[in-house]
């Protein structure tokens, strides 16, 4: 039985679904990167990247390449490149919203202005 787009879709969110793959993801955007050099600008334990990094790499996302004693890491395609190019670009929607949204809330949270005192409703009171 095939499982459906949306299904695999979803699948395929919940791979990117991690800090440190995103994170892996948006170094390898400019191309090739040392193991070395992602340890360095991740700083997490070696045994917790190269688990991410496994999954990327069965998810056909990254591909490893071997040069002598170095293993480089790239993205397998530009289109991943592309996707995290247009979260970023959602995010800014998001979050741009978001601010006029705090600035509408900031400046409806001021009281208003006072009447003055001949303006004023009057209040009777009732004294027994």
């Avoid at 193991?35 to 688990?51: G, H, K, N, T």
């Avoid at 170095?70 to 190019?85: I, S």
């Avoid at 959602?90 to 979050?95: D, H, K, V, Y």
């Amino acid at each position: 039985m095939q499982v459906p787009l949306y299904q695999a879709k979803a699948e395929f969110f919940r791979m990117l679904g991690h800090p440190t793959r995103i994170r892996v993801l948006e170094l390898l955007q400019h191309g090739p990167v040392p193991v070395r050099d992602l340890l360095a600008d991740i700083e997490i334990e070696p045994s917790s990247l190269s688990q991410q990094l496994a999954v990327l790499r069965r998810a056909g996302i990254v591909v490893s390449i071997r040069e002598g004693s170095t293993v480089r890491y790239a993205l397998a395609g530009g289109d991943v490149a592309e996707l995290l190019r247009a979260a970023r670009r959602i995010l800014t929607e998001l979050l741009a919203g978001r601010n006029e949204l705090l600035a509408e809330l900031q400046q409806s949270d001021t009281p208003p202005p006072r009447l003055p005192a001949a303006d004023q409703p009057s209040v009777a009171t009732s004294t027994r």
